[in-house]
């Protein structure tokens, strides 16, 4: 089950997508599942993915759940969060990433 505000999912820079896939593979026996030719999913004891157009970004994004991604987005700027990408569809959701207040790049998600 769900539940707001807990990690959800880790997305990690994809880089070289069969390479890494390969590494994975072969080092921990990770199973893939391909949702187009810049993005692989796994569920590993936590879902996540590597994001092959990770825009540079050579860190992992760590993604909360919301049930109400609009609610969410209200309490992370009340809260002192600074939204560096606005609300956007992507396929199975929404999400959103912002910034703590010390520069930590998170998102957050819902699925509808």
Known sequence: ??????????????GDLPANKAFYGEAFGWKFVDY???????D?????GFDAQSDGVRTPLPILFASDLEAMLAKVEAA???VVKPIFDF?????????????NELAVWSET
């Open 91 to 103: 396929p199975g959701g929404r999400r959103f990433h912002f910034r703590d207040p010390t520069g």
């Open 36 to 42: 187009g030719p810049e993005y692989a999913g796994f």
């Open 80 to 82: 002192g969060g600074t």
């Open 1 to 14: 089950m769900r539940e707001d505000g807990k990690l959800d999912y880790i997305e990690l820079p994809g």
């Open 44 to 48: 590993e004891g936590m879902d996540g």
